[in-house]
C-alpha cells in the first residue's frame, strides 16, 4: 500500500500544508527543526491514532489552536481510502472513512499500516520494559487492529483493580488484617466487612484480569514467535555482525510459567488465564500491601540480547542502534508476509546516525518496498541509489519535488 496524498491543518508547526506522494521512496530534506518529522509523524498517526513521539494529542495540536485535521488518502491493491481524523485534545477525536463518520475511531486502524524508525527507537533498546511492551502492542494492533480493543479493555481493568487494590490496602492498614484498619471505612461502617467485601470484590477483578490478560499474553508470544526469525535475519543483514539478536520474553507469572515462557513454550489462552489467577493468588498479600497490580502482561518485558549478553548495558551505541532497525525492519516483513501487502515504511532521520556500510546495506534491503519515505538534514547522508524523489520542507513549508 502507499500514502498518495497527505493533507494536514493546524497539526504541530503547519497551518495548513499538502503532500502528494507516490509509491517508491520519496525523501524529505531540510534543516533540524523545520518540520520534516512532523510531516510523517501525521501519517503514522493515521496508521497507529498514536505518535511515535509524545505519550498525548496535545503537543500534535498546532499550539494556540484547538484541534488538528490529519487527512490521507491511501491507495491498496489500486482501491483509494481516505482516512480522514480530528485530534481534539481533552474530548473523543473523530474519524471518518469515504466520508462517512465512524462510530469509534479505532474503527480506522487497519486502512494504513506504516513502520516508523525513529532516532527514539534507541529507548527500545535502551529504555524501560514499557518501551518493548509497547512495541509488541502497537505491532499487534498494526497485524490485527481487533488487538486495540482487547488492549484498552485490559487497560480499564488495571485502572479498576489499582483503585480497588488502594482501598483495599487502606482499608487493611498496608498488612493484611493488621495496623489501622479503622481509617478508610466510611462511618457507621464495620471496617472488617468492608475489607471483607473488597477482597470478594477483588476476586472478580482477578477473573477479568486473567481472562484479558491471558489473551492478551497469549497474542504477545505469539506475535513473538513470528517475530524472532524476521529480527535475525534483519540484524544480521543490517549490522554484519557475528553474534546473534535474541528477544525473550520475561513473565511476572509464578517462575513455572515464567520458565517455560522464557524457553520459548506458548500456553493457550485458557492456561495462561490460570496461570495469571494462580500467580495472582500467591501475591495477592503483596499487591494488597503495595496498593499495585503487580501481575499480568503490563509487567512484563522482552530481553533482548547479543550473542550471550542482554543488549541493555552491553551493547555498544552503534549496535544498539542497529538492533533497534533490525526490530523495526523485522516488524516490516512480518507484516508483509502477514498481509501480503507492504506497510509504508518510514525512516526518519536515520541515515546520519549510520556508518557508510550500513547505510549501503539498509538501502540493499528496501529497494523493494513499495513506499518510503525517508527524512534527512543532510542529503548527501542518503546513498544516492535511494534518494528517490526529493522535496525540501522549511520553516514549515513543502516544497518540490
Ligand atoms: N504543537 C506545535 N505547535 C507549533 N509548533 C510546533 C508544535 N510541535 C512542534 N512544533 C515545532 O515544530 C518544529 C519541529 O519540527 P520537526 O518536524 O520535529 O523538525 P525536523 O525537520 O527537524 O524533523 C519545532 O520548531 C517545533 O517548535
Ligand atoms: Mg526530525
Redesign the pocket.
Known sequence: MYVRHLSIGDF??YPAAELALEPGVTT?V??????????V?AIGYVASLSSHRVATD????????DRAIVRAAVVRDERESLVELEITPGRANRAKLNRSPLPRTRDVLGTLRTVLFAPEDLALIKGDPGERRRFLDDLLVQRQPRWSGVRSDYDKILKQRGALLKSAAALLGGKRGRGRRSSAAPEGVDPRAAAEDAVRTLDIWDDHLATVGGQLLYARLRLLRDLVPHLQQAYREVSANQSEATAVYRSSLHDEAAEAIAGGEVPEPDELRQMLLDTLGERRDQEIERGVNLVGPHRDDLVLGLGPMPAKGYASHGESWSFALGLRLAAYHLLRHDLGDDPVLVL??VFAELDSGRRERLAAMIVDCEQVLI?A?VPEDVPESMAGRRYS?TL?EVSGP
Open positions: 504541530r508547526s524529505l531540510g534543516l533540524n527543526g523545520q518540520g520534516k518529522t512532523n510531516l509523524e496535545q503537543p500534535l495540536v498546532r499550539f494556540g489552536a526518519d532521520d527524512t538534514a520542507v514549515g
